[in-house]
């Protein structure tokens, strides 16, 4: 038994150095596991933002008054803003119909008379085309508005009978940047691309040259062969996570309240995932192209679009969420954002970290299965 153990320890060593001089001979996987990872969170990290800036709106003064241009002033050195002020209404409108400006702030002729008799309104008007927009110039307004009120009451230009103080604190994103939320799950897509891709693309191109056949006429199991295919690009694939990593420390500043083990623990597991996905795909399908196009398919989208990485999935239809429970780019979404953002927390960290392992054996004993009927 030893012995037969001390052969098969051989065998896997052997396939691994030659898997590695094949990735140290071929630039396209140092590329896809080193060059790409670095492009896409550099990509996505500068370039995709959440945070809404330099909305267009027309600033209505129909009656300038001191309070109205005070308002309206406010309305200008906010960095939220890019506002033009006007005095028509009709002008306005023809601004909003030609998509010139995604908003109007009214301020009505008798502004200064309302705000006299306590009964002052601000009327904002939005394009609801896209909501998100327009719900952000709403949320916007309101909080120029109430800065606007509190720099009058401090003024004494005010009454505060009847104001209600609102004292708010937002947690785990004092900043309010959308990079905090968004760059943990740019590491989710890096790992996906590095695990599903390279596995997937390397053992079709060797299903199409036939050398994976010549493998199966030697005494080298099946099981064996995966292990060789897969400890290689999983030593590439932490050398992209740790790229990763680090740029979102350094770069993009955003906090690692967990811990680091934590996080390497589970994208280790995330990781050998992604690679068994490849496996299986490539096992099935020996043609590059239809193997990269299934891949596509069934691991980047659904990290990009049912993961929870752009769109909270507690907002999209009940049989969509059940869709999304069945890839493991969900689980992972969470976990990184949880280690990231709030630190350890094991009531989230482990239920995800156990379906991922359910998802590694799974996939390992189907990868072995598919890889043992070419064996035939």
Known sequence: MTGELYASLRRIIALVRKETYQIVRDPSSIVIGVVMPLLLILLFGYALSLDVKNLAVAVVLEAPSPAASELAAGF????????????????????????????????????????????????????????????????????????????????????????????????????????????????????????????????????????????????????????????????LGMLGLALVILAARFLFDVPLRGSLVVLIGVSMLYLLVALGMGLLISSYFKNQLIASQITMLVTYLPALMLSGFVFDLRSVPAPVNAIASAFPARYFVSIMQTVFLAGDIWSVILPNAAVLAGMVLVLLVLSIVATRKKLV
């Open 76 to 235: 200008r050195l906010s960095p939220y803003f890019d506002a033009t002020v006007i005095t028509s209404m009709e002008e306005a409108r023809e601004l909003m119909l030609e998509r010139k400006v995604d908003g109007i702030i009214r301020l009505r002729p008798d502004f200064a008379r309302q705000l006299a008799a306590g009964t002052a309104q601000v009327q904002v008007i939005v394009y609801g085309g896209d909501a998100n927009r327009g719900r952000a110039i709403e949320s916007y307004a309101e909080g120029a508005v109430a800065e606007w009120t509190a720099r009058r009451l401090s003024a004494g230009q005010g009454t505060a009978t009847g104001l209600v103080t609102v004292v708010s604190r937002l947690w785990f994103n004092e900043a309010v940047d959308s990079h905090y939320y968004l760059v943990p799950g740019l590491i989710v897509m890096v790992m996906t691309l590095i695990g599903a891709f390279l596995t997937t693309m390397v053992m079709a191109r060797e299903w199409e040259r036939g050398t994976l056949e010549a493998l199966f006429v030697t005494p080298v199991r099946s099981a064996e062969i995966l292990l060789g295919k897969t400890l290689p690009y999983f030593a």
